[in-house]
């Protein structure tokens, strides 16, 4: 079965600290996908960083990166140094053949000052 | 460059009416989903276009929902009757594919809001 899990859905976390919100996934595809999305209270969604199933490198953009650990299935993110702003909704999603792309049920991330 | 353009914002009807939902996607993209976002939940494919084709529409409940991709741009989703379950946002994305550099990433409009009472 091909599907995404985020096992957290909600989370408190001190400004200024690191957070890690969890993604597994599984699929028999070879070659895939990985994205991380925010979406806070006005609804929009984002993107924030991208991995390739067949990227050695993990991701990174600004204070994003992406633990990517293929043995395991898991493309957990990575907040450095958050912020109040960064409080919202985060959705793992994977991009699968013919360009399917599933979400998992989401975090709410909660950053406290 | 433009975005994703979705109208209308908000909707709502009583159930057993119907409505519809219209997209236009990122100029060149050829890839085109729609999504249902129940509040809380996690967005829910519902159907995949690859320019005026059916990719994917496996989760469509299609005894009352069509959705068509006319000349592979613009596309419009349909609901009739509704039912009180149908109540959420509607997201519609494009997408360029992932020929050459491009990784597939989605690029989401604002949504259409439909509250069905």
């Known amino acids: 079965a091909q599907k995404i899990t985020q096992t957290q859905p909600g989370m408190f976390v001190q400004e200024k600290e690191a957070v890690t919100l969890d993604c597994t996934y599984d699929?028999?595809?070879?070659?895939?996908?990985l994205f991380w999305y925010k979406q806070p209270s006005s609804g929009e969604m984002i993107f924030l960083i991208y991995q390739g199933s067949y990227d050695e490198q993990n991701a990174t953009e600004g204070r994003y990166s992406l633990n990517f650990q293929k043995a395991r299935k898991s493309a957990n993110l990575v907040i450095s140094a958050s912020q109040l702003g960064d409080s919202a909704m985060y959705f793992c999603?994977?991009?699968?053949?013919?360009?399917?792309?599933?979400f998992g049920k989401g975090t709410r991330l909660h950053i406290l000052p | 460059e433009a975005g994703v353009a979705q109208s209308p914002r908000y909707k709502i009807i009583e159930k057993r009416q119907s409505v519809a939902f219209w997209c236009n996607p990122i100029?060149?993209?050829?890839?085109l989903y729609w999504y249902q976002q129940i509040l809380g939940q996690g967005p829910k494919l519902l159907i995949q276009?690859?320019?005026?084709?059916?990719?994917?529409d496996s989760q469509l409940p299609k005894d009352r929902f069509s959705a068509e991709r006319l000349k592979g741009v613009d596309s419009t989703l349909k609901i009739q009757p509704a039912k009180l379950e149908d109540s959420a946002v509607y997201l519609c994305a494009s997408s360029h594919g992932t020929s050459g550099i491009y990784t597939g990433e989605l690029f989401f409009g604002e949504g259409s809001r439909l509250t069905v009472l």
């Open positions: 999603a994977m991009r699968l053949l013919d360009d399917k792309i599933i």
């Open positions: 276009f690859q320019n005026n084709g059916v990719v994917d």
């Open positions: 699929t028999s595809d070879q070659s895939y996908g």
């Open positions: 100029s060149g993209h050829a890839t």
